[in-house]
């Protein structure tokens, strides 16, 4: 039986500070949007470019990192898997 992958890796600028929530179960979070863009060139020499937001969570031990490092606009490497 073939095993599936699910792996993601972005490269992206944030959209906002990482909001920090906590759960029911005390567990603490941190949530922030991550966009990343693709250019790509047309006709008659000129760019265009597509812009794509990704929901992110960080759980546990990467919460904290992120409330320490993270700020709107810092380009930022995630990765991770899709859910």
Excluded at 16 to 30: E, F, M, V, Y
């Amino acid at each position: 039986m073939a095993r599936g992958v699910n792996k993601v890796i972005l490269v992206g600028h944030l959209g906002a500070d990482p909001k920090i929530k906590t759960t029911k179960n005390g567990n603490q979070l941190a949530r922030f949007n991550l966009a990343t863009t693709e250019t790509s060139n047309i006709q008659g020499g000129s760019q265009q470019k597509r812009t794509e937001w990704h929901s992110i969570v960080a759980w546990g031990n990467l919460q904290g990192i992120c409330r320490k490092y993270l700020k709107k606009g810092r380009q930022v490497y995630i990765e991770g898997s899709l859910q």
